[in-house]
């Protein structure tokens, strides 16, 4: 299983992950964030994208719907005061648009606000599970201090219904449609040439 984090880490520890995707608003890393605050401008910054990398977006409902339409989005990043509602989920799911679920904004709300993030991310892992969205999960941090294991943020979803094995195959399938050779689609790639004698 792939992380997605937020930040260049110096020393990362092993936290039990395969390896990680440091999704960055430069183009430095092997993932891209962009934001954006209108469809329009979502739109704009898309044409300026011209680095082979993961394209993930933040960004209002809006943007979200919009992001999902666009065949240059691979993924709609999570943080604290995303919605999603149930047609962008569903139109997620047509268009092959991950939906990234992240154990970070929860680390930083306390409270009511917590209470409310975990009955939203049950009801989205509910629509996720009825339309079959793509999904990931991941620790989404932004600092060392977010930083978690694999077991603890899988054993965290799990726990609201979200199907881990299905998100350990669509965070494997996002990288290696950007840095595996060999990967064409989903059951097509090419093998390697063996030199055999044919008889």
């Excluded at 469809?39 to 919009?66: H, M, N, T, Y």
């Excluded at 054993?155 to 219904?161: E, L, Q, R």
């Excluded at 979200?162 to 840095?179: D, G, H, M, S």
């Amino acid at each position: 299983m792939y992380d997605f984090l937020r930040f260049f880490p110096e020393n990362l520890p092993d936290l039990g992950f395969k390896s990680y995707v440091f999704m960055l608003e430069k183009p430095e890393g092997c993932g891209i964030i962009v934001r954006a605050d209108s469809p329009k401008e979502l739109r704009k910054k898309l044409r300026g994208v011209r680095k082979r990398a993961i394209v993930g977006v933040i960004g209002s409902e809006a943007v979200c719907r919009e992001a999902v339409m666009r065949r240059r989005v691979d993924v709609i990043l999570d943080w604290d005061d995303r919605e999603l509602d149930y047609a962008t989920l569903k139109l997620a799911a047509e268009k092959d648009v991950a939906i990234e679920l992240g154990l970070s904004k929860f680390l930083r709300t306390e409270g009511y606000k917590r209470m409310h993030l975990f009955e939203k991310l049950r009801q989205e892992i509910r629509v996720i599970r009825k339309f079959d969205v793509p999904f990931i999960v991941t620790s989404a941090a932004e600092n060392f201090y977010e930083l978690r294991t694999r077991k603890q943020v899988e054993t965290f979803f799990s726990f609201f219904g979200a199907e881990i094995p299905k998100a350990r195959f669509y965070a494997e399938r996002l990288v290696r449609r950007y840095f595996d050779e060999n990967y064409i689609m989903d059951g097509f790639e090419i093998e390697p040439y063996s030199n055999l004698d044919v008889v």
